[in-house]
């Protein structure tokens, strides 16, 4: 297992909790809607850290979902109706229910994806801002005569 990998594996083990992943999308939602209704812009320079961190956690977070994909099936713990339901009951803890690992996981990978939308969109309104501001100081000063 890699340095970062077994970061990740600490993070779902420790901080990924619902709790956590749920306070991480509220925060996300407000980020998105800021960034929706003009409410922050960042320029193209200073997105780009933000947006290239982002990536390097979705690609960790990609590895680290193709090797907890056998999650989805239950363990083999016999063929006896007991072991059966033991293991049904297994895999639906690590697959299926709030707070499962692969829930965690595909919720925090939501999380990433609409912070990196979030910043794509502020980063795009910066643009649209700064020209705004260009005309409308090049309209004050056509106004006064071009003296300021």
């Known amino acids: 297992m890699s340095l970062s990998e077994n970061a990740a594996a600490k993070a779902l083990g420790a901080g990924l909790s619902v709790q956590a992943i749920q306070q ?18 960042i320029s193209p320079q200073g997105v780009e850290p933000l947006r290239e961190a982002l990536k390097t956690m ?10 907890t994909v056998q999650l989805n099936d ?3 713990l016999g063929n006896h109706p007991y072991a059966h339901a033991v293991a ?3 895999r639906k ?3 299926d229910e709030a707070g499962s ?5 595909k919720q925090f990978g939501d999380v990433l994806r609409n912070a990196d939308k979030a910043l794509a969109r502020a980063a795009a309104l910066y643009g649209s801002a700064e020209q705004h501001e260009h005309l409308d100081a090049a309209k004050k ?6 003296a300021e």
């Not at 690992?101 to 996981?105: K, N």
């Not at 000063?141 to 071009?146: E, I, L």
């Open 88 to 90: 049904a009951h297994d």
């Open 74 to 76: 239950p363990p083999k």
């Open 24 to 41: 991480a999308s509220a925060e996300t939602r407000k980020l998105v809607d800021a960034a929706n209704s003009g409410g922050f812009t």
């Open 58 to 67: 979705a690609d960790e977070l990609d590895r680290l979902n193709a090797k």
């Open 101 to 105: 690992t692969l829930v965690a996981l």
């Open 141 to 146: 000063a056509q106004a006064t005569g071009g």
């Open 93 to 95: 803890g690590a697959a």
